[in-house]
Nanobody
Framework: QVQLAESGGGLVQPGGSLRLSCLTP????????IRWHRQAPGKEREWVST??????????YYADSVKGRFVISRDIDKNTVYLQMNNLQPDDTAVYYC?????WGQGTQVTVSA
């Protein structure tokens, strides 16, 4: 069973920053596209960002709602994909999940509130 593990969530004020981490097995971070998604209370899960596998040049993609504020990156040596989130707003409040292929983590809660 492949397991992904998110961490780094928490409570932050509007305008603040958080960095989420997704720890994966080594073969996942090396060979698969990895995505971040989020699900806000009462809403459907939505895609946030993708980083292509290294053989896909590691190209990154972002949802319009986070473009210019979030940055996805990969550290193969640490088996980790990061989501740096800046200028957080209340609408960013959600459980954030990382995903590769059909594998999902358990999620980490991000709450943006004054």
């Amino acid at each position: 069973q492949v397991q992904l593990a998110e961490s780094g969530g928490g409570l932050v004020q509007p305008g603040g920053s958080l960095r989420l981490s997704c720890l994966t097995p080594n073969f996942v971070v090396r060979e698969y596209d990895i995505r971040w998604h989020r699900q806000a209370p009462g809403k459907e899960r939505e895609w946030v960002s993708t980083i292509r596998r290294p053989t896909g040049v590691g190209t990154t993609y972002y949802a319009d709602s986070v473009k210019g504020r979030f940055v996805i990156s990969r550290d193969i040596d640490k088996n980790t994909v990061y989501l740096q989130m800046n200028n957080l707003q209340p609408d960013d409040t959600a459980v954030y999940y990382c995903n590769a292929y059909t594998w999902w983590g358990q999620g980490t809660q991000v709450t943006v509130s004054a």
